[in-house]
């Protein structure tokens, strides 16, 4: 596939169980006739023998370090140019030769989701148009208890652990002092339709395309 212009770049961002992927699933779908290219820098986590341990030995996910940053930026810039890549596709506590090899066509749309969207600057710079999801904590910690009980096998005492000592410092350090650097904060509770509205008008405003709902 030929790129005849530079693609446009949408970031979107959020603390854990803020609701990223579901927007980004929603998002994707109302782009008309275009499939965007979906870049998740999840597909960049190092093994777990290479993660940092926490001052009780216990493994932390949460941190920049946490993620290959040099692989994701090239990638991310080859697809940018119009280049296909190929990535792993991340599976929670799955071996390396288990993940699956995905490739990833070049769009003129580009929707990249991650914790650290504003955190890596070359990444963050990338963006025509970066969104911050902004969920309250209670609720994102409920949808994490939901998701690592029902499919990572996790006992409640674990996740609060992760969530006290990883998640929420993540989150402080990391992502929330970012947030008012966003192009669109997206409030993911009861005004979560009335915001997809505003956005969606934006996004159609910016890049010239009849978005659909």
Known sequence: MEMKKKP???GICGGSGAGKTTLLRRLS???GGITPSVFSMDNYYHP???QALDQNGKVNFDLPGALDQDKLEADLQQLVSGNPIEVKEYFFNAPP???VLLTIQPSEVIIVE???L???QKVFDTLD???FVDVDHETQLDRRIYRDQETRGYKRSEIIYQWDHHVLPCYQNYIEPYKEQAHFIF???HRADEDFGHLFISLSKLTKMELQT
Do not use: T
Request: aromatic share 24%; net charge neutral.
């Open 187 to 189: 409030r993911n509770d």
């Open 48 to 50: 777990i023998e290479k």
């Open 97 to 99: 030769n288990k993940n």
């Open 129 to 131: 148009f970066s969104i």
């Open 118 to 120: 504003f955190h890596y």
């Open 29 to 31: 779908e109302s782009f």
């Open 114 to 116: 991650g914790l650290f």
């Open 8 to 10: 446009f770049v949408v």
